[in-house]
């Protein structure tokens, strides 16, 4: 196996983010939350 000398990489995991209701429906929009006329269609 060919390996070049050069920096070694180091996995950083990727950063989670939570959001409440109210911030997913600011942040996207009715359209993308499952609200529909201020109603929750989801549960």
């Given amino acids: 196996m060919n ?3 050069g ?3 180091t ?3 990727p950063k989670i983010e939570t ?3 109210e911030e ?3 942040k996207l929009g009715a359209a ?3 609200y529909v006329n201020g ?3 989801l549960g």
């Fill in 39 to 41: 109603g929750n269609i």
């Fill in 19 to 21: 959001y409440t209701d």
């Fill in 11 to 13: 996995y950083e995991p």
């Fill in 24 to 26: 997913l429906l600011e």
């Fill in 32 to 34: 993308h939350t499952g």
């Fill in 3 to 5: 390996v070049q000398n």
């Fill in 7 to 9: 920096p070694v990489l």
